[in-house]
């Protein structure tokens, strides 16, 4: 990590995740809660308990969790940008996570005024140049991908010697505490999980992928599979029916989030 600044403020992407609380604890420790922000970004869309394991970690830490949001959900992204999130192009992490941060800390301090902290770890270490390139000149860190490199099972075990509950979703086997457990992003083995964990918020992402395709009159999904060799489209309601009907799943086709981590563009071309 950089040298002590005390006038340097310490930006942590505070996404109510494990990986951004561990990522808080390290920063604090490091340089004490004066200069700390912690910064949350608002989907509006985040599992209630998400807000609850907020509260307590900002009570725990100390510090006023700065909470900003766009204002939109990330169905609202996708109709507005004509398009529907998918593995490859996902404009909500793009709109209501990376663009809002940005304009906030832009706002608020130079790029020699603050450094900007990650909860990338070092299993995924190949993550880290996209948002160092997209931060620029922005100074980002990964605590989490330094020495003593610490397992997700030992941050589990931080969080509870705190005394400080697991987030809902994780204690539901997500792994990611994002969106209230939907992400475009996610493979067929996420979304299955989700149909098996918290029903009525895949039937609610069923039913935005089919307004959106009606909306666009394109066959857009969010899921997509390799058949034969050909790549195919598969709507969250033919992966749900084939599921009820015992039909194989790739439920090892899991994908992942990366909602301040990927490159995404501004402009989305008409169909997907
Ligand atoms: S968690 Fe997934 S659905 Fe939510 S903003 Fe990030 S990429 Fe989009």
Not at 57 to 75: C, L, N, S, V
Not at 234 to 244: A, G, H, I, Q, V
Request: charged letters at 25%; glycine letters at 8%.
């Amino acid at each position: 990590m950089a040298h002590k600044n005390v006038d340097r403020k310490h930006i942590v992407f505070y996404s109510g995740g494990l990986g951004s609380w561990m990522t808080a604890k390290l920063v604090i420790e490091k340089y004490g809660k004066e200069n700390i922000i912690l910064l949350f970004t608002d989907t509006l869309i985040e599992d209630k308990d998400l807000y609850r394991f907020l509260n307590v970690t900002e009570e725990h830490f100390g510090i006023q969790i700065t909470r900003i949001a766009d204002g939109r959900t990330p169905w609202q992204v996708f109709r507005d940008n004509r398009w529907l999130g998918n593995a490859r192009v996902a404009p909500c992490s793009h709109h209501l996570k990376q663009k809002t941060a940005r304009k906030w800390i832009e706002a608020n301090f130079l790029p020699n005024e603050c450094t900007l902290y990650l909860g990338i770890d070092w299993t995924e270490m190949h993550r880290r140049n996209a948002p160092i390139k997209n931060w620029h000149p922005y100074q980002v860190e990964f605590p989490l991908c330094e020495e003593p490199y610490i397992s997700k099972q030992e941050i589990v075990g931080e969080l509870a010697n705190t005394g400080i509950e697991l987030p809902k979703l994780y204690k539901l086997g997500f792994s990611h505490n994002n969106c209230g457990g939907i992400c475009v992003r996610g493979g067929q083995g996420h979304w299955i999980h989700l149909l098996k964990t918290i029903p009525e918020r895949y039937l609610e992402a069923e039913q935005k992928e089919q307004e959106m395709r009606e909306f666009l009159q394109k066959d857009v999904t969010i899921l997509s599979r390799q058949r034969n060799g050909k790549k195919h489209k598969l709507t969250l309601r033919t992966l749900r029916k084939e599921y009820e009907q015992d039909k194989p799943i790739d439920i090892l086709d899991i994908g992942g989030c990366g909602c301040f981590v990927d490159n995404e563009p501004d402009q989305y071309p008409n169909v997907n």
